[in-house]
């Protein structure tokens, strides 16, 4: 069995007071661990805090992005040794925004998911596919091509702790999200390219989301799906009531 994982993706949004009051508000309504994981993808100057202010709950908090060295000379840069000192569970790689404003190539998200691991970080690992990518037919192998690049050279034991979130481009941000029976489908697809990397245990232990435009309105119908094991949700993370609702709902 599966333990489902919702994770919200707050993108550059919110100040540091509305973030606090975010922790404070939901770190004690959060259901317990042993049901649902929960997290928060925050912006890394608001980490620190956040972590302090969910101490105790069952709350996790992530980065959502990080470079692929411990320390030097990269201005502007952070680092999984700086993230993960704080606290932090998780880190999200290869979002599509990382890869379409800031040229994230596969090979550079592999790097950073095994210098996750060096950190005792958890990478959700992004892959997706655009609209254009979709209707001209390349669905295939557009995902192919990101889950084995992103995924390459990890030990299967790596990848049965990481977690996928797919999401189409398409359905991110904008209120049109995938039809249940195609993010199940599309799903599916995900794990059939882990089985083919690291074989059938591995691909039945991995967790995949599903994320593009998920609610609390929609999300049980996701969550029905055999092949998805939780959500990346971006505009309906950033209000407390709404992320527990989407936790409720599991
Ligand atoms: C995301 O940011 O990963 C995302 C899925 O956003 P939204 O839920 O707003 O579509």
């Given at each position: 069995?599966?333990?489902?994982?919702?994770?919200?993706?707050?993108?550059m949004?919110?100040?540091?007071?509305?973030?606090?009051?975010?922790?404070?508000?939901?770190?004690?309504?959060?259901?317990?661990?042993d049901?649902?994981?929960?997290?928060i993808?925050?912006?890394?100057?608001?980490?620190?805090?956040?972590?302090?202010?969910?101490?105790?709950?069952?709350?996790?908090?992530?980065?959502?992005?990080?470079?692929?060295?411990?320390s030097?000379?990269?201005?502007?840069?952070?680092?999984?040794?700086?993230?993960?000192?704080?606290?932090v569970?998780?880190?999200i790689?290869?979002?599509?925004?990382?890869?379409?404003?800031?040229?994230?190539?596969?090979?550079?998200?592999?790097?950073k998911?095994?210098?996750?691991?060096?950190?005792?970080?958890?990478?959700?690992v992004?892959?997706?596919?655009?609209?254009?990518?979709?209707?001209g037919?390349?669905?295939?192998?557009?995902?192919?091509?990101?889950?084995?690049?992103?995924?390459?050279?990890l030990?299967?034991?790596?990848?049965?702790?990481?977690?996928?979130?797919?999401?189409?481009?398409?359905a991110?941000?904008?209120?049109?999200?995938?039809?249940e029976?195609?993010?199940?489908?599309s799903?599916?697809y995900?794990?059939?390219?882990?089985?083919?990397?690291?074989?059938?245990?591995?691909?039945a232990?991995?967790?995949?989301?599903y994320?593009?435009?998920?609610k609390p309105?929609?999300?049980?119908?996701?969550?029905?799906?055999?092949?998805?094991?939780?959500?990346?949700?971006?505009?309906?993370?950033?209000?407390?009531?709404?992320?527990?609702?989407?936790?409720e709902?599991?």
């Open positions: 069995m599966r333990k489902p994982i919702i994770a919200g993706n707050w993108k949004n919110k100040t540091l007071s509305e973030a606090v009051a975010f922790v404070e508000e939901v770190k004690n309504n959060v259901p317990s661990t049901k649902v994981d929960a997290a993808g925050a912006p890394a100057v608001f980490l620190a805090p956040m972590v302090e202010a969910a101490k105790g709950s069952d709350l996790k908090l992530g980065a959502q992005n990080m470079y692929d060295k411990d030097g000379a990269y201005t502007g840069e952070t680092s999984p040794a700086m993230i993960a000192d704080l606290g569970t998780y880190v790689l290869g979002h599509s925004e990382r890869r379409e404003y800031f040229g994230e190539s596969d090979a550079f998200i592999n790097s998911t095994k210098k996750a691991f060096e950190h005792g970080l958890t990478p959700i992004c892959v997706g596919e655009t609209l254009e990518e979709r209707e037919g390349k669905f295939e192998e557009v995902i192919k091509t990101q889950v084995e690049g992103g995924l390459a050279d030990s299967a034991d790596q990848v049965k702790q990481l977690v996928i979130a797919y999401e189409p481009v398409w991110i941000g904008t209120g049109k999200s995938a039809d029976a195609d993010a199940q489908s799903c599916k995900v794990r059939d390219v882990v089985k083919g990397l690291y074989g059938e245990d591995v691909a232990a991995v967790r995949i989301q994320g593009g435009s998920v309105e929609n999300i049980k119908e996701y969550m029905a799906q055999e092949d998805i094991d939780g959500a990346l949700v971006g505009g309906a993370s950033l209000e407390a009531a709404s992320f527990l609702k989407l936790l709902a599991i």
